[in-house]
């Protein structure tokens, strides 16, 4: 499983902190990355002992370990989720950047149609100021045009790769990922409504006012709330 680093006891400790909220009857977005992992796996430990929920995947990966633990799958088309639990590479307040497992425009998808969203982070994650570079994910035609409007914002396009085959990253939905830097966002609403606007962009990393609670596995969990 793709990790962005960071301690996997924290990990866990978080992931499971907001599993612990999800109640009996509850539909569940399952967010990708390895502490929303944790967060699966707790679920179905909680399937096994009897608990009642069902989980939308927000991913390839996520629908796999929500499989291998047992958690009863549905979708958005016959459900709408309760509550989402959802990793993050760097979180500012409630605003966050996430992408780094390249899954974030179907996880913005279930994370906003989530009644509540549950970020779960290691502290190493926290941040006063987002300055992580934003996941672009684009139709691969639009590459080189999408490059060029992120030149002209400020920002420094990089074509993710992949890592065990030539070329580039492809998405689960077929598409490319530009990793864009634009160093400290001092506006992330205004920058997350400019990349929206691009043609070409499907949907990109900053998840702006849509966490209602983040779990910071510390020694002992910090849980924010809104
Ligand atoms: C995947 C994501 C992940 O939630 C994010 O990369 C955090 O991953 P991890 O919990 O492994 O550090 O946004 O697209």
Known sequence: M?????????????????????E????????TGSTAAHAIRAL??????????EG???????????????????TLEEATPDVAIDGADQVAGFDCVKGGGAAHAR????DAAADRLLLVVDPSKESGILDHPVPVEVLPDATP??????????????LRAAERKDGPVVTDNGNLVLD???GAIEDPSELAAT???????????????????????????????R
Request: glycine share 14%; charged share 25%; hydrophobic share 35%.
């Open 2 to 22: 793709k990790t962005s680093g960071g301690d996997d006891g924290a990990k866990r400790r978080a992931g499971e902190s907001a599993a612990d909220r999800i």
């Open 56 to 74: 939308i995947p927000t991913s390839y990966q996520s629908r796999q370990l929500a499989r291998e633990c047992g958690v009863p799958l549905t």
């Open 107 to 110: 996880e913005k998808v279930v």
């Open 145 to 158: 045009t999408v490059r060029d409007s992120v030149a002209d914002l400020g920002g420094e396009p990089t």
């Open 44 to 53: 179905g430990r909680a399937v096994d002992a009897g608990a009642d929920v």
């Open 24 to 31: 009996d009857g509850q539909v569940v977005g399952l967010g």
């Open 180 to 182: 864009c830097a634009f």
């Open 195 to 225: 990349l929206s606007a691009v043609p070409g962009v499907v949907e990109h990393g900053l998840f702006v006012e849509l966490a209602d609670e983040v779990h910071v596995g510390a020694e002992s969990v910090e849980v924010r709330t």
